[in-house]
C-alpha cells in the first residue's frame, strides 16, 4: 500500500554532541549484523532497526516512532550490549522492566547484565545493583523516571560510565499524548545533572505530530535524527457499531460466530469490565476481568490464563495490554470508546501482531463521550481544553463515513493514498455518495470571510445558519453566507470541513485552539476545484430503513406467532416429560430466538441460555419448528443478513448479486428470472445506489472495448451529470450504446460510490 510521509524534513538533521570513540567503540553494520545473529539468533533487522542502531552507535541522539510490534526495544538493546558502560533505560512500567531484564539475562551467562531500579526492590537488592554497576557488569540499567529523579541516584549515576540514555514510552512526557506521567518531564534536567555527554534515544509506539514536537521540545532533541515508521496495520479491520441496547447479544454473538480465538474487549470502567466478564462466563465464553483494581495475583492469574489460552477472553480497562505481547489477539472490542485516538489505535494495535486477523471493533455513542468531556471540567482550563479536543478527535472519527485507516493515519500526520483500503467498515460497507465540490468551496469561502480566526462549531453554525450568541457577537449572522447551507445539518457540513481538512484544503491550527485555516491548496482549489466525494446525508425517511435493515434484532421486534408457537411446543414436551416448561428453555431464550431464528443446533447453541447440553437435549424440535416456519414464511434471518447486509430484502435482488460473484452471464441471468436487459440493468443499478459493490469486469471485459470503456469512465469521471441519455449525446449515439454507457455507469458507481 501507498504510504508516503509528511513530516518536516528540516529535522533530520544529525548533531554530534560527543566524540563516539571515546564512548562507543565504532562497528561497522556487518559487526551489527553478527551480534544479532549471536545474542538474539535472528539473521534479519526488521524494518528500519539497523539505521537507528547504527545511527544511536555512532553518537547521535535518536528519535523512533514505531508502532506497537515493531520492535522497538531492540533498538536499545542491541547496542547497550555492544557498547562500553551502561545504558540507563527509562521507563515507566514496572512489570515492563522485569519482563525485559529476565529476557535480557536470558541472552547473557552474566544475570548482572541487566538490572531494574524502582521502587519494587530491597536495600540489600539495591546494593547488589549498585555493586554490579560499579564493576561495570551491567550493560542495562532499567529505571523507573520517579527512581531517576531521585537525588542519592543521581550521585550515584555520576559516578558510573553511561553508555547511553534509551527513554522508552516517550510520549508519556506529553500531555498530548494518552499517559502523560508530569515526572517524565523532569528527565531531561536529571540527564543534564548526571553530566555525562551521551546520545540519547527516545522511543515511543504512538505520536500525532503534535506530541512529536512535544517531546523533542521537552527533552531537547529538537536537532535529533528522527525515525518513523508507518503506522499502518493493513491486517487490522476498524469498524465502529452504533452501540444500542442490544451491545451486550452483539458482543456474545461476536464471540461465539469467532470460537476459539483469542480476545480483548476494553471498558472503561471497574464495574462494568465485572459485570461483563461475569455476564459472558454465564454466556458460557471462557472470559476473565482483568483491572486495576484486582490483587495483584489475580491479576497475574487472569493474564497467564490468557496467555497460556485457558480463557479466550480478557474484559479490561486500559491497564491491561501494556508490555502484554500475544501475537494471536484476533479481535480488539471496545465496549466504550476511548477518551482519544491514540488510545484506541495503541488498544486496537494489540490485535493481529502476527499480521493475521485482527478484527477491531468499536461500539460508539456519543453521550459516553459527553460524559468524559463533563469529568474533565473538575480539570484545571488548560487541561480541559486538551480532553475536550482528544474527545472531539475521537468523535470525528467514529462518526466519519470515509476510511478509517486514513483517517488514523492522518492523524498520525501519515498520508495514505489508497481510495479504498479493503479493510474497514466504510470502505467494505459503503454509503452512498455525492459530490461535494460546491459544499467544500462554501466552507472554505466562510473560513476565508472570517479571517480564519474561527474554530469549525463556528463555521457550522455559520453555514447552517445557527444564530448562538457568539454568532450575534460577531454579528455572523448578517453574512451573506449565514445559514446559506440550511439544507444540510451540522453533521454534514462538520464531515464536509474534515474532508477539507483530509484533503489539506484546510487545516486545524492545534496550536491555536483549532482555528481553521485555508491552506495554498485550498486557495489553489477555489480557483479550480475538483469533485470530492462524501457520504450522502440520510433523510429521516431513509434513516429509519436503515435502521430496520442494518439492525435486525431489535429487541423488541419479536416474532409474536412463532414465539406462540414455541411457546405451544414447549408445553407439549413437558408434558410429555413431566417437568415444568422453565426448565426446558426460559422465556428469554425462546424471544431469543424469535429474533435469531436458529436452524441448526450449532446456531440453537448461540441462543442466550441455551448451552450445547440442553440444544442437544431439547434443541431438535426446536429447530424443525423454526426452519419450518423460516421457510413457510420467507424469513430473512439475522444470520443471512450478516452476509449481504446492506441490500434490501428483495430475493431478486440477492439472487443477482450471487450469480454476479459467480460471474454468470447477464443475459443468463437475465432468463433465468424472466427479465430483459433492460430490466435487469435497473435491478442491478438500484443495488449499487444501496450501497453494494459489485465487481462486473468479468462481464465488461468480455462485451465492452476496452477503447470504450476508458471513454466511458473518463466521462463519468468529469461529468456534471450522472444521466445516461446525456452522455449518450455527448459520446456520441453512433458509437456508444445506451447499454454499454449504462453497464460502465454501474461500475463507476460501484468502484467510487461505493
Ligand atoms: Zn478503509
Known sequence: MAVRRVRNQSLHRVCLRFNPKTIMQKYTEKDIKKMLKKIFGFSQFKGNQLEIIKSLMDGNDCFVIMPTGGGKSMCYQLPALMSEGTAIIISPLIALMKNQVDAIRNYSTESGVAHFLNASLSKS???????????????????????????????????????????????????WGHDFRPEYRRIRNIIDSI??????????????????????KNLGMDKAKVFISSFNRPNLYYEIREKTKNIDKEIVKFIKDNPGKSGIIYCLSRKKVEDFANFLQVNKIRALPYHAGL?????????????????????????????????????????????????????????????????????????????????????????????????????????????????????????????????????????????????????????????????????????????TTSITKFKHNKLKQFGEGEEYDAKFWSNVIRLAIFDELVVKDVENYGLLKVTEKGERYMRNPYSIMITKPVTEEQDEEVDEEMIPNKGEAIDNILFS??????????????????????????????????????????????????????????VELIKKYVEENEIERPQDFVVKSVVNKSALKVYIIQNIDRRINFEDIAIAKG?????????????????????IDYYINEYIEPYHQEEILDYFHNAESDSVDEALEELGEGEYTMEEIRIMKIKFMSDLGN
Do not use: W
Open 565 to 622: 408457537l414455541l411457546k405451544d411446543l414447549r408445553k407439549t414436551i413437558a408434558t410429555r416429560e413431566n417437568i415444568p416448561p422453565f426448565v426446558i428453555f426460559q422465556d428469554t431464550s425462546l424471544e431469543d430466538m424469535c429474533t435469531q431464528y436458529p436452524t441448526s443446533i450449532e446456531e440453537m447453541t448461540h441462543i442466550s441460555g441455551v448451552g450445547t447440553g440442553k440444544a442437544q437435549k431439547y434443541g431438535h424440535e426446536f
Open 295 to 467: 490483587d495483584s495475583k489475580t491479576r497475574v492469574e487472569n493474564q497467564d490464563a490468557f496467555l497460556m489460552e485457558k480463557c479466550d477472553v480478557i474484559v479490561a480497562t486500559i491497564a491491561f495490554g501494556m508490555g502484554i505481547d500475544k501475537p494471536d489477539v484476533r479481535f480488539v472490542i471496545h465496549y466504550d470508546m476511548p477518551k482519544s485516538l491514540e488510545g484506541y489505535y495503541q488498544e486496537t494495535g494489540r490485535a493481529g501482531r502476527d499480521e493475521g486477523e485482527g478484527k477491531c471493533i468499536a461500539f460508539y455513542d456519543y453521550k459516553d463521550l459527553y460524559k468524559l468531556e463533563k469529568f474533565s471540567t473538575k480539570k484545571a482550563v488548560a487541561e480541559q481544553e486538551i480532553v475536550k479536543q482528544l474527545l472531539a478527535e475521537t468523535s470525528a472519527y467514529a462518526e466519519s463515513t470515509s476510511c478509517r485507516r486514513k483517517h488514523l493515519l492522518h492523524y498520525f500526520g501519515e498520508k495514505y493514498e489508497e481510495d479504498n483500503c479493503h479493510n474497514c467498515d466504510n470502505c467494505c460497507h459503503p454509503k452512498p455518495k455525492m459530490n461535494a465540490s460546491e459544499q467544500i468551496q462554501l466552507a472554505i469561502e466562510v473560513i476565508q470571510t472570517v479571517k480564519q480566526q474561527f474554530k469549525e462549531d463556528h463555521i457550522v453554525d455559520i453555514l447552517t445558519g445557527n444564530k
Open 675 to 695: 427479465l430483459d436487459m433492460d430490466e435487469l440493468l435497473t435491478e442491478i443499478e438500484s443495488i449499487v445506489a444501496s450501497g453494494a459493490k459489485i465487481n
Open 125 to 175: 537488592e539495591i546494593n547488589t545493583v549498585r555493586e554490579d554497576l560499579l564493576n561495570g557488569k551491567t550493560k542495562l540499567l532499567y529505571v523507573a523516571p520517579e527512581s531517576l529523579t531521585k537525588e542519592e541516584n543521581v550521585d550515584f549515576f555520576k559516578a558510573i560510565n553511561i553508555s547511553f540514555y534509551a527513554i522508552d514510552e516517550a510520549h508519556c512526557i506529553s500531555e
Open 195 to 216: 553530566g555525562a555527554k551521551v546520545p540519547v534515544i527516545a522511543l515511543t509506539a504512538t505520536a500525532t505530530p503534535k506530541v512529536q514536537n512535544d517531546i523533542q
